[in-house]
């Protein structure tokens, strides 16, 4: 104690934190307190891009896969798009009025998981949470891939440095995220309102031109022709390459669940909100991506697996020179004409909004992540919020996995985008089978009338989403397995048994650690104490070490010493007996000068003598004010301190001695008003989470 005040145990830890304090606080902000969080929900309009970022963004790709897998039978395939389209509308309308009847039922913001591991059982959920968890990774890595080469095509620099470039907007990305969901969603409101708008003025300003005007437009490669893979399919080929080109498409629909997951966001009242948040995005996901669809089959757009052999031009290949820009790019240029403000402002806000479509996975992993570490599937620490009241464990973990997928692929988005919407589609069948069993359980209790009739409408919704989506998953798994697929089963097999592992290890820990109801040997005191002070020279430390175990009135009280320098230890038994110091001094022989191997030995063999009495070592420590003088001191300590934990029945207590450099550093510390200690647990994460709602809901 000094001053009245308690002395921290490590000034130098503080000392390195609060050089690191500074730069955190620019880079994410100052703390927010808990009774703060109601301040970061999320009103509709900065809901939709923070959660819908990610399938209204998808238009900027998902024609494009379309177009690249029909290419391999050939220009002639393109004319089967349109179809293509309208099953990708027709799963969408699907999946989003599905998800709509989840919102209602379960607010609580666990979705897919919370669904499945309520209704399936917890070998169901937590397949859909580790589905949910690889997506969540693949959505960051395709978004951010693709926005860096949609940027690449205006400059250079940055498509010759993908893999630099991809990794430093992960970095701004969770930079921004640290800072919260509302002052995140703010930021990414802008640009993607200014995509949405710039899409529908390219569908608007195209369909006026050709079907007013009368205008031809042609894209770029409009005169390029497709060098066919394989010509004249037909038969199961060509219904492999449709449903091939089909489950490419699905990537439109990647993100929906986010916003199932992410209702406890949502401003009062949650579930009304979300799903008419999720509904607006259905809305203008369909419209855009039939949209681009229509106008790049009207413009003539011509894309290639391979472009460098697959596009030719006047019957010649355009070589490995030729960059392949994306369709969308394509069509603003035929319908806008290169180089105008409009075809720049959507060509900027395209690369834009793929990087901010990430933000879809920054919100649903770590959201998902504290529900699983409350249901301990995942570390703890994953469900503490941080300085700015968002799970900031989740988004390191969610920025580190992705950004080592971008560097393993080479941020190729092509390479990429065929192990994506695998685990969505895992997690969509199982959702909507659970949402039946759910209705069933209702039905078979519930007597109004009229609730009836609604869970009834809700059933066949989901009875037919579980349908469709799970012949969709079927259908991606057969045409994308040998294409990437196979990773992420892989990755969802790891994450499974992961963290069932976890769940093993806290469930086991649990069980040992639980408070007996009746006598145990953990309530009974020993039968007595013996401490031992461990000294190696009479100085300060040391005497203030012996009088604090004086004051623990042990049975038993002796000191200890090693005896690696014969000299040194006769200087010191002739000064302690010149002292009178009135404890006995043991001191132990050590012919190979080790230190930590005879006191544990000593331990554990008074352990052996008595079972039932308690060892209290008793270390005295420097306590230095800078992290390099730590180096100098205390290693012995550390050591014998790691090694008796592992020891039963022995208590380690550390008696500080504070060095006039780290009375300086705690005056330093003191200047502080506000101070969060390093490593100070947080608790508060989502909303408690009832496990059935009181009222279901149609």
């Known amino acids: 104690m000094a001053g009245?005040?308690?002395?921290?145990?490590?000034?130098?830890?503080?000392?390195?934190?609060?050089?690191?304090?500074?730069?955190?606080?620019?880079?994410?902000?100052?703390?927010?307190?808990?009774?703060?969080?109601?301040?970061?929900?999320?009103?509709?309009r900065i809901a939709l891009p923070v959660f819908a970022s990610d399938p209204l963004s998808s238009v900027a790709y998902a024609p494009g896969e379309v177009l690249l897998v029909l290419s391999i039978a050939g220009v002639s395939a393109y004319h089967f798009s349109p179809w293509i389209a309208v099953a990708v509308v027709v799963l969408m309308f699907t999946v989003v009025a599905s998800y709509r009847q989840n919102v209602h039922a379960y607010p609580s913001?666990?979705?897919?998981?919370?669904?499945?591991?309520?209704?399936?059982?917890?070998?169901?959920?937590?397949?859909?949470?580790?589905?949910?968890?690889?997506?969540?990774?693949?959505?960051?890595?395709?978004?951010?891939?693709?926005?860096?080469?949609?940027?690449?095509?205006?400059?250079?620099?940055?498509?010759?440095?993908?893999?630099?470039?991809?990794?430093?907007?992960?970095?701004?990305?969770?930079?921004?995220?640290?800072?919260?969901?509302?002052?995140?969603?703010?930021?990414?409101?802008?640009?993607?309102?200014?995509?949405?708008t710039g899409v529908f003025a390219l569908i608007a300003w195209g369909a006026f031109r050709g079907l007013f005007l009368g205008d031809t437009m042609r894209a770029p490669t409009a005169d390029f022709e497709i060098k066919a893979e394989n010509q004249g399919l037909a038969g199961f080929a060509l219904v492999f390459l449709l449903l091939r080109a089909f489950s490419s498409g699905c990537a439109a629909l990647t993100g929906v669940e986010a916003i199932s997951n992410g209702v406890p966001a949502f401003?009062?009242?949650?579930?009304?909100?979300?799903?008419?948040?999720?509904?607006?995005?259905?809305?203008?996901?369909?419209?855009?991506?039939?949209?681009?669809?229509?106008?790049?089959?009207?413009?003539?757009?011509?894309?290639?697996?391979?472009?460098?052999?697959?596009?030719?031009?006047?019957?010649?290949?355009?070589?490995?020179?030729?960059?392949?820009?994306?369709?969308?790019?394509?069509?603003?240029?035929?319908?806008?004409?290169?180089?105008?403000?409009?075809?720049?402002?959507?060509?900027?806000?395209?690369?834009?909004?793929?990087?901010?479509?990430?933000?879809?996975?920054?919100?649903?992993?770590?959201?998902?992540?504290?529900?699983?570490?409350?249901?301990?599937?995942?570390?703890?620490?994953?469900?503490?919020?941080?300085?700015?009241?968002?799970?900031?464990?989740?988004?390191?973990?969610?920025?580190?996995?992705?950004?080592?997928?971008?560097?393993?692929?080479?941020?190729?988005?092509?390479?990429?985008?065929?192990?994506?919407?695998?685990?969505?589609?895992?997690?969509?069948?199982?959702?909507?089978?659970?949402?039946?069993?759910?209705?069933?359980?209702?039905?078979?209790?519930?007597?109004?009338?009229?609730?009836?009739?609604?869970?009834?409408?809700?059933?066949?919704?989901?009875?037919?989403?579980?349908?469709?989506?799970?012949?969709?998953?079927?259908?991606?798994?057969?045409?994308?397995?040998?294409?990437?697929?196979?990773?992420?089963?892989?990755?969802?097999?790891?994450?499974?048994?992961?963290?069932?592992?976890?769940?093993?290890?806290?469930?086991?820990?649990a069980e040992e650690i639980a408070a007996p109801e009746g006598p145990s040997d953990d309530v009974v005191r020993p039968s007595r104490v013996h401490s031992v002070v461990l000294i190696s020279k009479i100085h300060r430390p040391t005497l203030r070490a012996l009088a604090y175990a004086k004051l623990m009135r042990s049975h038993t009280l002796e000191a200890l010493s090693v005896n690696v320098d014969p000299a040194e230890t006769k200087a010191l038994r002739e000064e302690w007996e010149r002292r009178g110091i009135d404890v006995p001094l043991k001191v132990l022989d050590s012919p190979y000068r080790e230190i930590t191997r005879p006191v544990i030995e000593y331990v554990k063999n008074l352990r052996r003598e008595s079972p039932r009495d308690v060892v209290s070592v008793i270390i005295p420590e420097y306590v230095v004010g800078h992290w390099y003088e730590q180096l100098l001191h205390n290693q012995s300590a550390l050591r014998l301190k790691g090694r008796l934990l592992f020891t039963p029945g022995v208590m380690v207590t550390s008696v500080p001695y504070q060095l006039e450099s780290s009375e300086v550093a705690k005056r330093r510390?003191?200047?502080?008003?506000?101070?969060?200690?390093?490593?100070?647990?947080?608790?508060?994460?989502?909303?408690?989470?009832?496990k059935e709602p009181s009222t279901p809901k149609g």
């Not at 800072?179 to 409101?189: C, D, N, P, T, Y």
């Not at 369709?327 to 403000?341: K, L, P, T, W, Y």
């Not at 200047?671 to 508060?684: D, L, Y």
């Open 267 to 509: 401003r009062k009242p949650k579930s009304k909100n979300a799903g008419n948040t999720l509904a607006m995005m259905g809305l203008l996901a369909v419209t855009m991506f039939c949209g681009i669809i229509g106008l790049a089959m009207a413009t003539n757009v011509r894309m290639a697996e391979n472009p460098a052999h697959g596009l030719l031009k006047n019957g010649v290949a355009v070589g490995a020179d030729y960059v392949q820009n994306p369709v969308i790019s394509q069509v603003a240029e035929a319908v806008f004409g290169n180089g105008s403000f409009m075809f720049v402002l959507l060509a900027a806000a395209t690369a834009l909004v793929l990087f901010l479509a990430a933000n879809t996975a920054y919100n649903g992993f770590p959201l998902l992540g504290s529900i699983l570490a409350q249901d301990r599937y995942l570390p703890r620490q994953l469900h503490t919020r941080g300085d700015r009241l968002a799970f900031s464990n989740g988004i390191v973990l969610l920025a580190g996995a992705a950004g080592l997928l971008v560097w393993v692929y080479g941020a190729d988005s092509t390479r990429l985008i065929q192990l994506y919407i695998v685990g969505v589609f895992v997690s969509f069948t199982l959702s909507q089978t659970g949402m039946v069993r759910h209705w069933n359980r209702h039905l078979a209790t519930e007597r109004d009338q009229a609730a009836r009739r609604r869970m009834y409408r809700s059933r066949a919704i989901n009875t037919f989403g579980a349908f469709f989506t799970g012949l969709v998953l079927i259908v991606v798994l057969v045409t994308k397995f040998t294409h990437g697929a196979w990773v992420a089963l892989l990755g969802m097999v790891i994450f499974y048994v992961t963290m069932s592992a976890i769940r093993k290890h806290y469930d086991r820990v």
């Open 669 to 690: 510390a003191r200047k502080r008003q506000e101070w969060n200690a390093p490593g100070a647990v947080r608790r508060g994460p989502a909303e408690e989470r009832p």
């Open 109 to 196: 913001g666990g979705g897919d998981y919370e669904v499945a591991n309520t209704n399936l059982g917890p070998k169901a959920g937590l397949t859909v949470a580790s589905a949910l968890l690889v997506d969540y990774v693949l959505t960051v890595a395709v978004s951010i891939s693709s926005g860096i080469e949609n940027l690449g095509s205006a400059i250079p620099f940055v498509v010759e440095n993908k893999v630099p470039c991809a990794i430093a907007v992960i970095v701004l990305l969770t930079l921004m995220n640290l800072r919260g969901v509302k002052e995140s969603g703010r930021l990414f409101a802008i640009p993607t309102y200014v995509f949405v």
């Open 4 to 44: 009245g005040r308690p002395i921290p145990r490590r000034l130098t830890i503080l000392c390195v934190s609060k050089l690191t304090d500074v730069p955190k606080r620019i880079l994410i902000g100052r703390a927010l307190r808990s009774d703060r969080l109601g301040e970061t929900l999320l009103p509709k």
